[in-house]
Structures are given as C-alpha cells and as structure tokens.
C-alpha cells in the first residue's frame, strides 16, 4: 500500500541539512521518495508499506530530532 508521512524536524536549516536526512530516510525499507522542506521544516515521505517508527529513526541517526 502507497503511504504518504510528513515530519516536523525544526532543527533544518541548510542544504547540508536537507541532503543528510534526505539520505538517511530514503535507506529505510519501502521509501521511494523524499521530499525536505527548509522554509517549513517539514520532512515527507512516500513509499510502499514504510514504518513510522523507521524514519523517525533514520533522521534520530541523521542528528536531527521529530517533533509531533
């Protein structure tokens, strides 16, 4: 199934930001796409059959921390 997660991760504030998580969350299983947000600091995520719990600990791994 198709899912589609958005992410606040606050701490983002360059280019070196956006492609480390960037790069961290599209190695978790089923993500085909990542799309990172400076202005709005907002992370999304679309794949197949993707774990919450596996990208909030791919951009926890990438330094950065998720809020709700």
Do not use: F
């Amino acid at each position: 199934m198709q899912t589609e997660l958005s992410y606040t991760v606050p701490r983002m504030s360059c280019d070196s930001c956006r492609a480390t998580i960037a790069e961290e969350v599209s190695e978790v299983a089923g993500v085909d796409e990542v799309a990172v947000d400076l202005q709005t600091k907002i992370v999304v995520v679309r794949g197949e059959d993707v774990v919450d719990a596996a990208v909030r600990a791919a951009i926890t791994e990438a330094g950065y921390e998720v809020i709700e």
